[in-house]
């Protein structure tokens, strides 16, 4: 008779999940699941809404990552207008994505990730955590603040605040950028520079310890999907983006699979199927059908999948990163890697586009009515890339949305990620910390954005259950 | 004047769960002035242990699922050494002042105000019994300022 180890909830990510591991009656581990238990129903919630208040209410989404809705609702919103954005609105637009990559992911390594990059996954819990990491390492906790600070502060210029600002809209954005708040993005790079360059020095210095997680970690073929800038000189070379561009599919051996896709033909490439166990959809690849079609978004897909990031500091890093290994980077470890890389490029790339000519322009949105019924806007988030789809009635009112988020287009690679954790690292029928923690730290690489919104005083962190044949309680473990 | 930070955190479109932007909205009107900070977020995250590193009052205001919904109350909180595993999930109110403390060497006084939640539910609006106690809330933080106010001034001239 089977036996079931459950992990409810996984702690350290973003939303409301948990974790199974069935195991055989050798008591070794025949599966394992990721479910999603947080039911938001936002595509159903927003049906009957104008489409102009489609920005803001999807932003709602996420604490985290509410730029990246913002980018992709107001992107959506543009097609049903049918309208091209100023160019130095669809600029403003990319500062702020950019500046919402940097803060989220400073989140995910620093706040999220740091205490088991620091301390092993077979450190001491008491100390395996953000305190911990301000005792041990006051130098990384501080860059962690400052960094996440420098995307936030561009969000809270740019957008008049941190958390859900309201400042893209259908046509464009706003408000124009002012010169002086151009000059104090401008002298905040250097320090961020600073930092990440030596937080990346840290974490090169580290790596080798953690040979074992970056073999067994969600290390496994599969193809890898973003968005890439074309070179505008016509070179065939495509580079990293965050904001606009063409869709790409590699395999995992880094051949184009498919290229030059435009994302408005997502549906063409990408399906969407539902597991009874879990909230979260799992999409897949059509052409490999389901389960097969697995593939992984975010900052390692992003970084397998380009010619090169495109600015000076971060070529050097991604050249020194993909020579991890030849071909693409498989172990969904080196998530951490990438987006420190990602976060250097971020910054480097916000500093680029203030000092074009035509930033300071005062033409930043454009008007129209509602031209089209279908509206698909396309960004790439923190975590991966992002769909906002929507059709509307001839009175501008919502008739249907559908959503794709990062964490969903990772669902299934997450689970194989667990699966081949799990199998690795668990034994027997008694919970241990380092094994649990290995098997939550490889979901912490992907960083899933479960859609954290309703929170309150008076819930359980962690509790853990190993149920036994019959059902009985064989072991358990609270965290508070 | 003290430097005072309110931080009404929740989100406005489940249901009660927005009470806390609420309150701050209505506070704003009320106390506005350069030394009272009013923030109005999704969750409580890192960054903001340095807002609260540079205040002398610190209030959060956030929904509970405990009590009878409508009921509220008000504690007074500082770090106690203990770490939520949730960690940057979200922090707690405690939590969040632990990580001011160790990170600004700043403790500021702080106080928690809970209100007791009826739905989660998805919705921009509140339930009627939880609108109700807002004008009191909003009342009773005023206040708590002006008094913490009188009392910084009070121990800095004695």
């Known amino acids: 008779m089977p036996k079931e180890i459950l992990i409810d909830p996984v702690t350290r990510i973003e939303g409301h999940s948990k974790i199974t591991i069935q195991l055989n009656d050798s008591g070794e581990v025949e599966d394992a699941r990721f479910h999603v238990t947080q039911f938001r129903g936002f595509e159903k919630f927003c049906e009957g809404r104008p489409f102009t208040e489609m920005p803001s209410l999807t932003a709602r989404i996420c604490g985290i990552c509410p730029v990246s809705h913002l980018i992709a609702s107001a992107k959506a919103c543009d097609a049903l207008l049918a309208v091209r954005i100023p160019p130095t609105a669809a600029k403003l637009r990319q500062i ?46 501080r860059d962690g603040i400052a960094l996440r600070k420098f995307g936030q502060e561009i969000i809270a210029l740019l957008g008049g605040k941190r958390i859900h600002p309201a400042w893209a809209v259908p046509g464009g954005v706003s408000e124009p950028l002012t010169e002086d708040k151009r000059e104090k993005i ?14 990346l020095s840290w974490f090169k210095g580290v790596l080798e310890q953690f040979r074992e997680e970056i073999r067994m970690f969600g290390n496994f073929p599969s193809m890898f999907m973003a968005l890439v800038t074309p070179h505008p000189n016509g070179i065939h070379q495509a580079f990293l983006e965050h904001y606009d561009g063409v869709l790409r599919f590699v395999d995992a051996a880094g051949n184009i699979v498919l290229d030059q896709v435009d994302p408005l033909r997502y549906q063409d490439y990408i399906a969407e199927s539902v597991e009874p166990s879990s909230y979260l959809k799992s999409p897949y690849f059509k052409a490999q059908g389901y389960p097969d079609g697995i593939y992984r978004v975010g900052p390692l897909a992003r970084l397998n999948i380009i010619d090169r990031c495109g600015t000076p500091r971060a070529d050097q890093e991604w050249t020194e990163f993909r020579a991890l290994r030849r071909g693409v980077i498989l172990s969904s470890f080196h998530q951490h890697y990438a987006r420190l890389v990602e ?13 074009e000519p035509d930033i300071l322009d005062q033409h930043v949105r454009a008007f129209a009515e509602p031209n089209q019924f279908e509206g698909i806007g396309v960004a790439e988030a923190p975590r991966g890339t992002l769909f906002h789809h929507y059709q509307i009635d001839e009175n501008g009112l919502i008739k249907s949305v559908n959503l794709i988020i990062a964490t969903g287009h990772n669902n299934l690679a997450m689970n194989r990620s667990v699966k081949q954790v799990a199998q690795h690292y668990v034994k027997g029928s008694h919970l241990q910390e380092g094994m649990l923690n290995r098997v939550e730290a490889v979901i912490r690489c992907f960083d899933p954005c479960l859609s954290c919104s309703t929170h309150a005083i008076g819930r359980m962190p962690l509790h853990i259950q190993l149920i036994g044949p019959e059902g009985e309680l064989l072991d358990e473990v609270k965290r508070n | 004047m003290a430097r005072t930070l309110v931080i009404g955190y929740g989100n406005p479109l489940r249901g009660d769960d927005g009470l806390g932007w609420r309150i701050v909205d209505r506070l704003a009107k009320m106390v506005a002035g350069e030394k009272t900070k009013i923030l109005a977020v999704h969750q409580l995250t890192p960054e903001l242990a340095e807002p609260i590193s540079a205040s002398d009052l610190v209030i959060f205001v956030d929904a509970s699922y405990q009590g009878e919904p409508g009921s509220w109350r008000c504690e007074a909180i500082a770090p106690n050494g203990e770490v939520s595993n949730a960690l940057a999930h979200y922090f707690t109110p405690v939590g969040l002042l632990g990580y001011a403390d160790a990170l600004f060497r700043a403790r500021p006084r ?5 209100v007791a939640a009826l739905s989660f539910d998805c919705s921009d609006q509140l339930s009627s019994n939880i609108e109700a106690v807002i004008p009191d809330i909003v009342q009773y933080i005023g206040t708590q300022i002006s008094w913490f106010s009188q009392i910084s001034a009070h121990s800095a001239v004695t």
């Open chain 1, 343 to 355: 976060i250097l490029y971020g910054i480097e790339r916000i500093e680029q586009i203030l000092n």
């Open chain 2, 110 to 114: 702080s106080l928690l105000i809970s």
């Open chain 1, 96 to 141: 702020m994505n950019l500046a919402q990559v940097v803060q989220s992911h400073a989140l995910s390594f620093f706040h999220l990730s740091s205490p088991d990059l620091l301390f092993g996954m077979d450190g001491d819990p008491a100390k395996r955590n953000i305190l911990g990491v301000v005792e041990a390492h006051p130098t990384l906790a």
């Open chain 1, 186 to 199: 401008l002298a905040s790079v250097p320090e961020a520079l600073l930092l990440i360059e030596r937080t």
